[in-house]
């Protein structure tokens, strides 16, 4: 198994031999990566027109803009010392797959252009999938996270069509001042739109105070922070995932449940210890369709009334206020209209999780909305609700 596939998805190697052999085998050309689009794009029976949208959605066209579209810089990841990084932790194959694996390393290239024209997306907000320096022991993330910034800027400015991408700024999440100054330097001298975190970072999540000149940091430049998930720690994984057949515990700790959960305990957290009363100004975004919440904030606000919480707002009405949420490709309507009915139609965006989800379905998808919603509401799904966040 290759470098690259080690890392692949936050780092972490298979344990299963079994899961292993599920793993294809690396693609030996770019023509294979054309071939298998071209296939995709057949069976599926796409073009890159939306046809049958309401008139308002077609004059102009709507300029669909994806917020959770990754990227990896092999040379980069593949270098850092071993024994910098956490034990190793089980992940599902399916995300490493033909399609996945020859477009990752194409950050902002032709190829990359090319799917997002075929599934008709305007802008790809790119930031960086895989190991990173959220996972590295030391100093040493700090001049990654630099490394990795320094070579999306370039990548994105030297690209066929450098307009059709905005960039998440990778901070060094272990050493969090750092982590401030990193983001200032993006945003202020590379022209970035915000950053992306993932999970949590040598045992912290963003409540804790040594985050806070970075949260201070991001709302004085008015940008959001994207908390992606994280993979469990060892001690976590053991307790709640292993002892599994076939490896299903490795789905269950990402993809499969464990994500997400994360994710919003990580927010609870922050919203129990005070940090959006802190920073009242914070914008963050979490993806697939809002990370459970929809579903749980009735009940926290049972469980966390103002008098527990002993802050001015609900936790509803905090997270109503400071949180926005993306799809990450889970094409589902129902948790569409949850997410809309529970953060409104203004926090609500798209985003396809490229291109360990594959782009073909976004056209169909879009149809799909197109039949449920008022297009002035689909609109600002779509396009304007992340043109006013991100100042695009």
Same mark, same amino acid.
């Given at each position: 198994?290759?470098?690259?596939?080690?890392?692949?998805?936050?780092?972490?190697?298979?344990?299963?031999?079994?899961?292993?052999?599920?793993?294809?085998?690396?693609?030996?050309?770019?023509?294979?990566?054309?071939?298998?689009?071209?296939?995709?794009?057949?069976?599926?029976?796409?073009?890159?027109?939306?046809?049958?949208?309401?008139?308002?959605?077609?004059?102009?066209?709507?300029?669909?803009?994806?917020?959770? @579209?990754?990227?990896?810089?092999?040379?980069?990841?593949?270098?850092?010392?071993?024994?910098?990084?956490?034990?190793?932790?089980?992940?599902?194959?399916?995300?490493?797959?033909?399609?996945?694996?020859?477009?990752?390393? *194409?950050?902002?290239?032709?190829?990359?252009?090319?799917?997002?024209?075929?599934?008709?997306?305007?802008?790809?907000?790119?930031?960086?999938?895989?190991?990173?320096?959220?996972?590295?022991? +030391?100093?040493?993330?700090?001049?990654?996270? &630099?490394?990795?910034?320094?070579?999306?800027?370039?990548?994105?400015?030297?690209?066929?069509?450098? =307009?059709?991408?905005?960039?998440?700024?990778?901070?060094?999440?272990?050493?969090?001042? =750092?982590?401030?100054?990193?983001?200032?330097?993006?945003?202020?001298?590379?022209?970035?739109?915000?950053?992306?975190?993932? +999970?949590?970072?040598?045992g912290k999540f963003l409540d804790d105070q040594s985050y806070d000149s970075l949260l201070a940091m991001a709302q004085q430049l008015d940008v959001p922070i994207y908390i992606h998930p994280g993979d469990p720690p060892e001690e976590l994984m053991k307790t709640y995932?292993?002892?599994?057949?076939?490896?299903?515990?490795?789905?269950?700790?990402?993809?499969?449940?464990?994500?997400?959960?994360?994710?919003?305990?990580? %927010?609870?957290?922050?919203?129990?210890?005070?940090?959006? @009363? &802190?920073?009242?100004?914070?914008?963050?975004?979490?993806?697939?369709?809002?990370?459970?919440?929809?579903?749980?904030?009735?009940?926290?606000?049972?469980?966390?009334?103002?008098?527990? %919480?002993?802050?001015?707002?609900?936790?509803?009405?905090?997270?109503? =206020?400071?949180?926005?949420?993306?799809?990450?490709?889970?094409?589902?309507?129902?948790?569409?209209?949850?997410?809309?009915?529970?953060?409104?139609? =203004?926090?609500?965006?798209?985003?396809?999780?490229?291109?360990? %989800?594959?782009?073909?379905?976004?056209?169909?998808?879009?149809?799909?909305?197109? *039949?449920?919603?008022?297009?002035?509401? %689909?609109? &600002?799904?779509?396009?304007?609700?992340?043109?006013?966040?991100?100042?695009?």
């Amino acid at each position: 198994m290759s470098a690259l596939r080690s890392f692949a998805l936050n780092g972490f190697m298979f344990r299963s031999p079994a899961l292993r052999t599920c793993l294809p085998s690396k693609p030996s050309t770019l023509q294979r990566w054309a071939s298998s689009s071209a296939t995709v794009r057949a069976e599926a029976g796409l073009t890159a027109g939306y046809q049958n949208l309401q008139p308002e959605l077609t004059n102009p066209p709507v300029r669909l803009i994806t917020l959770e @579209e990754h990227f990896m810089i092999p040379a980069l990841q593949e270098a850092i010392p071993s024994e910098l990084l956490p034990p190793s932790f089980a992940r599902p194959s399916s995300f490493l797959n033909d399609y996945a694996y020859p477009r990752l390393p *194409d950050i902002a290239g032709q190829g990359r252009i090319d799917d997002m024209d075929a599934a008709g997306i305007t802008i790809q907000v790119l930031s960086l999938g895989g190991v990173g320096a959220q996972d590295i022991r +030391g100093h040493y993330g700090i001049p990654f996270a &630099k490394n990795v910034n320094n070579t999306l800027s370039k990548a994105v400015h030297e690209s066929p069509q450098p =307009e059709r991408f905005r960039c998440f700024a990778h901070l060094p999440m272990q050493t969090p001042s =750092e982590a401030a100054n990193e983001l200032q330097r993006c945003v202020q001298e590379l022209g970035f739109v915000g950053a992306m975190t993932y +999970g949590q970072a040598g045992g912290k999540f963003l409540d804790d105070q040594s985050y806070d000149s970075l949260l201070a940091m991001a709302q004085q430049l008015d940008v959001p922070i994207y908390i992606h998930p994280g993979d469990p720690p060892e001690e976590l994984m053991k307790t709640y995932y292993e002892g599994l057949p076939n490896d299903m515990g490795g789905i269950l700790a990402t993809g499969g449940f464990g994500w997400h959960h994360e994710v919003a305990i990580q %927010l609870i957290r922050m919203a129990c210890a005070g940090t959006f @009363e &802190k920073f009242p100004r914070l914008k963050l975004i979490t993806g697939h369709q809002g990370e459970l919440l929809p579903t749980m904030l009735q009940r926290l606000d049972y469980l966390y009334p103002k008098t527990v %919480l002993c802050h001015q707002r609900s936790m509803a009405q905090t997270f109503r =206020e400071q949180l926005h949420v993306t799809f990450s490709g889970m094409y589902n309507v129902p948790a569409v209209m949850a997410a809309i009915q529970t953060f409104g139609v =203004e926090r609500v965006m798209w985003s396809v999780d490229y291109p360990y %989800l594959p782009t073909e379905p976004t056209p169909g998808f879009l149809r799909v909305l197109n *039949d449920v919603m008022a297009p002035a509401d %689909l609109l &600002k799904v779509a396009q304007t609700n992340a043109e006013k966040l991100l100042r695009i």
